[in-house]
Structure formats: C-alpha cells, structure tokens
C-alpha cells in the first residue's frame, strides 16, 4: 500500500503563520483531507476536498494541493491550535485509505 | 445531531476474538460508506477497514485482512468490526468514521469518541 509522509514536529510563534505538509505517491490522484487531534480526543476533520472548511473550523485553516505534496497552513496561530495533525489520502489503488505518520504542533 | 458512538472494546488475550459496535444517529445511515481507523498509544492514526454502504463489499488494512471483518445492519444503524485472532500490536483505540466522497476527494467526518482494545495476556 501507498505511504504519505509528514514531519513530526513543526513550532509556530503565537499569531505567526505555518504550514504543514504531507508528500505521497497517493496525492497524485487523491485530495488529501486534514484532521485535528488533541492530547485524549477524537480526531476532528479541519481540512476536506482542496481547500474546504468544515462548519466551525476557523478561517485561518486553509489547504492546497501541487502534485504529490498536500498543505495545511494555519494563518495567524492562536494557542488552541496546538495539537496533532494528519493527513489522509486515499491511495492509489482506491481500495484503501492511508494517514501521514502526523505533525505536533507546538504553538510558541 | 450527527452521531457516532463505539461499544464493545476491553481487555482481551491473544489470539482470542472480540467484536466493536458503533451506532449511528442523527442521519441516513444506510447513504454513507463507513471507516474503523485505530490508534495504538502514544502512536499515529492507521486507517483499518472500509464498507460500502449497502455492505456489499469491504476493503481493509494488510495489517488485519483475513483477521478482521467489518459489517454494518443498516436495520440498525450499527457498525460492526469482528476481530480474530488478536495480536499485541492490535491494542488501541479503535474509531468509526463517516465516509464522505466528491470526485477526487474522500474525507473522514465526523469520528466516534473512540473504544480501547487492549490485547494482554
């Protein structure tokens, strides 16, 4: 099966911007969607679809796509935003679903 | 509201067998494609198992397939996830998930609060 990759560990400065990537064979054929996990929670999806928001999810989340590399870039960091995020893909077979190994983020 | 909640998790020894439930409420269950996806601790999220939603037909991770079965009564609003032959590095927290699809797109919305699974002799 497909494998996508992420950094492990990206730091943000309060209010300052940062993006988040996710490169796979996969994201050739398939929009990544993005989720949103905190420490003993559910993921939560932020990112779906290129660049859509789900209800409730604040703007500065926003999502591109160029050939094998998705990104999730949060404008304007606040403190809540610290957390884990994942990609996730379907890969290119489409018979099965692959999530990037995740990104903590740490919010300065 | 939209609405997943999992049942059925617990401690379990290896190489024995225990079934996940998740039921569904606040829409057409029968309309969507489902998710298990789990999360060993301190780990990342692996996705598990998918199942159409007539349940026709399912796909499933290298890691559980001949092992796991997931199944769904749409009767029922239920989700089912039947594992076999349970190995260590099955312990988890096992979540459903919503499948959504447009195009060239497929997303995971919304997750259950997750059930732990925890293989130990």
């Known amino acids: 099966s497909s494998e996508v990759t992420q950094d492990p560990a990206v730091s943000v400065a309060l209010g300052q911007t940062v993006r988040i990537t996710c490169q796979g064979d996969s994201l050739g054929g398939y929009f990544a969607s993005w989720y949103q996990q905190k420490p003993g929670q559910a993921p939560v999806l932020v990112i779906y679809?290129?660049?859509n928001r789900p209800s409730g999810i604040p703007d500065r989340f926003s999502g591109s796509n160029s050939g094998y590399t998705a990104s999730l870039t949060i404008t304007g960091a606040q403190a809540d935003d610290e957390a884990d995020y994942y990609c996730n893909s379907r890969d290119s077979s489409g018979n099965q679903w692959v999530f990037g190994g995740g990104t903590k983020l740490t919010v300065l | 509201q939209v609405q997943l909640v999992e049942s059925g998790g617990g401690v379990v020894q290896p190489g024995r067998s225990l079934r996940l439930s998740c039921a569904a409420s606040?829409?057409?269950?029968?309309?969507?494609?489902m998710h298990w996806v789990r999360q060993a601790p301190g780990k990342g999220l692996e996705w598990v198992s998918y199942?159409?939603?007539?349940?026709?037909?399912?796909y499933y991770a290298d890691s559980v397939k001949g092992r796991f079965t997931m199944s769904r009564d749409n009767s029922k609003n239920t989700l089912f996830l039947q594992m076999n032959s349970l190995r260590d590095d099955d312990t988890a927290v096992y979540y459903c998930?919503?499948?959504?699809?447009?195009?060239?797109?497929?997303?995971?919305?919304?997750w259950g609060q997750g059930t732990l699974v925890s293989v130990s002799s």
């Open positions: 998930a919503r499948d959504r699809q447009q195009s060239d797109a497929n997303w995971f919305d919304p």
């Open positions: 606040g829409f057409i269950f029968s309309h969507y494609g």
């Open positions: 199942i159409w939603k007539d349940g026709s037909n399912q």
């Open positions: 679809d290129q660049n």
